[in-house]
């Protein structure tokens, strides 16, 4: 009896040092898995769409700044002529015909726009000054698109930011993302459109428009049309490979046609 008796004492002690060993184990557990998933997190292995869009955030937030902060003094020659064409559009009533060059069919008057709209709210840069701006924000938005390209392609967030920061600071692309010039917008189109067609949900009509707004940039935009139509009939996400690249080339030619002759 004596024996029972202490048996029956000792079995609450038992019980709780129990339920204490469960719940360190518990939270042992825990924090190894919150452990886990920080490593992940931080290599680049785990890429949740809310993770992704902070670093694109981020990403374009300090390349925007950068090519701000650094904007060239060694101008080419393209950009001087179109500040100035502008200028004399907006300042000196010449014919609105000068904005427009068949090479860069838009882009000139996408300045004159962003000029007129400066001076309209009370700012008076030059527009020489105002294209080397858009093209620093394009730019870094073109890095932000090349990131979630690179992402998605090799599944690892570490290394597409490795690669979309090789590309910020190179050479010639830091060089036309902070001076005047047709490209780098041209570029920004392309990528957005390679984006679509090689994502998860292609959309025709985003990839036409973003087609025929790289070709309205720059007439060498057209060279990219045969590579997206190697991307569709390659594409693994796009059910209706014909019709989606009729429509999306209908709607791009089309566009870029009537701009052209209208």
Known sequence: ???AVRLVSWEPDSC???????????????????????????????????????????LFLLIAALYLATLTANYYWDGITFALQIERVATE????????????LLYNALGYLLYRGAHAVGFDPRALLLLQIANALAGAAAVTVFYHMAARAMASRYVALVCAVALAVSAAW???STD???????????????????????RWMVAGLALAAAMLMH?????FYPVALVAILTSKTIDHK????ALMS????????LCYYV
């Open 180 to 202: 005047a010039n047709a490209y780098i917008l041209t570029i920004l189109f392309i990528l957005i459109c390679a984006n679509q067609l090689l994502g998860e949900k292609p």
């Open 242 to 245: 014909v019709r989606f690249a």
């Open 93 to 104: 009533g010449r014919t609105a015909a000068l904005l427009f060059h068949q090479n860069h």
């Open 1 to 3: 009896w004596a024996v």
């Open 16 to 58: 709780a040092a129990e339920i204490a060993c469960n719940q360190r184990t518990r939270v042992a557990r825990d924090r190894q898995i919150h452990y886990n998933t920080r490593l992940l997190s931080i290599h680049g292995t785990l890429s949740p769409a809310a993770s992704t869009r902070r670093i694109s955030a981020i």
């Open 174 to 176: 830091w060089k036309i």
């Open 250 to 257: 209908a709607l791009a030619w089309a566009l870029d046609i």
């Open 219 to 223: 007439e060498l935009a057209a060279l």
